[in-house]
């Protein structure tokens, strides 16, 4: 919610996948049953400065509904995640920019400091303290079949595929940017990591980290359980093949949550169709169409479906102008309270930095905690 969460993760109602309990072991069938850990729910996301479209409905609308659906004695921890953002180059000024705007953007839609522990996560140094530790127990080969390496290596340089990028291209943080994000999740003994489905790999590489160091040097940490969120996937405006995404080299195919109602218009109006005219709901043929009304039924306030709305329009001879200017108007409506509450906050720099030290001094106290139970489990404690 890495989730790029962050992911900023994270928005939406969450479904169990088939997993392994949190906190089970194999064990003899003679072994009196432990009683399952406490739920600590856990998300991540890149700072990748002031958030689109996508990352709104992908990421943040989840990760709300999450806040507000988790029981109040369950802590929340979300974090932004900058050390995941340096294993590719980063421009250092902008680098601070984006990580002020990411927390402002998550305080804007929604986020709630009071509720949810919310804090950049180098501002935690146990982060990467326990991601060494785990460092010596992960296994390279399964690191270097990771696909994650690769595609974020091909996005950073604008190749036209992974085929582009090889090995030689690898560096060290990169290939082992999932290890520090078993090291994110198990330092707060995480037990809920609501994730995409283009992160269940990486969840499940955490998984096996805690269950193998828990067989080498005990029952140290719970094992978190894959929460598959169902995301709003929404494309490119320019190219409705790829997602919307910060890094597409054209500004126009993505909308950005402080774009105003009239570049909103104008980027939609810009978006690419095709030449039928008729309004139908068919991903797998018209792409452009139906993202649009993707993103018409996400904002849609009676909840109609992508096929409802198509069928509305149908109904109503709409073609694709009268369709861009009702996705058009219904975006500019919802984002309309998150501009003006961004614009307050991102003027407000020490209230940001106020809820950055709160949720890092709040988020420090379980990372010592579990770090003692570490550095004593492996033999690195006192003397």
């Known amino acids: ?48 400065g002031t958030p689109h ?17 988790t029981p109040a004695t369950t802590p929340v921890y979300l974090t932004v995640v900058g050390l995941h953002a340096i294993t590719l180059p980063q421009d250092p000024v902008q ?12 305080l804007a839609c929604g986020v709630d400091p009071e509720r949810t522990t919310l804090f950049l996560q180098e501002d935690v140094r146990e982060h990467s303290e326990l991601a060494w530790f785990l ?9 270097q079949r990771m696909t994650t390496w690769k595609s974020r290596l091909a996005t950073a340089r604008n190749a036209n595929s992974e085929d582009e990028v090889s090995e030689e291209d690898l560096r060290l943080g990169l290939l082992s940017y999932p290890v520090l994000q078993a090291a994110d999740i198990m330092l707060y003994k995480s ?48 190219d409705p093949a790829q997602k919307m995404s910060k890094s597409a080299p054209n ?22 169709t095709d030449s039928i005219r008729e309004v139908t709901y068919e991903p797998d043929t018209r792409a452009g169409v139906a993202n649009l009304l993707t993103i018409w039924a996400a904002f849609d306030e009676h909840k109609r479906t992508p096929e409802q709305l198509a069928a509305a329009a149908q109904a109503d001879g ?48 379980q990372a010592a905690k579990t770090m003692a139970e570490v550095r004593a489990a492996v033999g690195l404690g006192g003397i």
């Open 1 to 48: 919610m890495h989730a790029r969460i962050p992911r900023l993760a994270g928005h939406t109602a969450v479904t169990r996948s088939a997993v392994i309990p949190a906190g089970a072991r194999a064990s003899s069938s003679k072994a009196t049953p432990k009683a399952a850990p406490p739920e600590v729910v856990f998300s991540g996301i890149q700072p990748t």
């Open 53 to 69: 479209l996508g990352n709104y409905l992908g990421l943040f609308l989840p990760f709300l509904e999450l806040q507000k659906t």
């Open 95 to 106: 680098l601070v920019q984006d990580r002020r705007n990411m927390l402002a953007s998550l």
């Open 135 to 143: 460092n010596t127990i992960a296994p390279v080969g399964r690191l």
């Open 191 to 238: 037990t809920i990591v609501p994730v995409g489905e283009d992160q269940t790999q990486h969840l499940e590489l955490a998984r096996d980290i805690a269950q193998g160091f828990n067989r080498q040097f005990g029952d140290v940490f719970p094992i978190p359980e894959t929460r598959v969120v169902p995301q709003k996937r929404v494309l490119s405006l320019r």
């Open 251 to 272: 500004p126009l195919s993505r909308i950005s949550l402080t774009d105003s109602p009239k570049d909103i218009a104008a980027k939609i109006k810009g978006a690419v």
């Open 318 to 365: 709409w073609g694709a102008g009268k369709l861009k200017a009702a996705v058009s108007e219904v975006v500019a409506a919802h984002l309309a309270p998150v501009q003006e509450e961004y614009k307050r906050i991102i003027a407000d720099e020490g209230y940001i930095r106020d809820v950055a030290a709160k949720g890092a001094n709040k988020a420090r106290e």
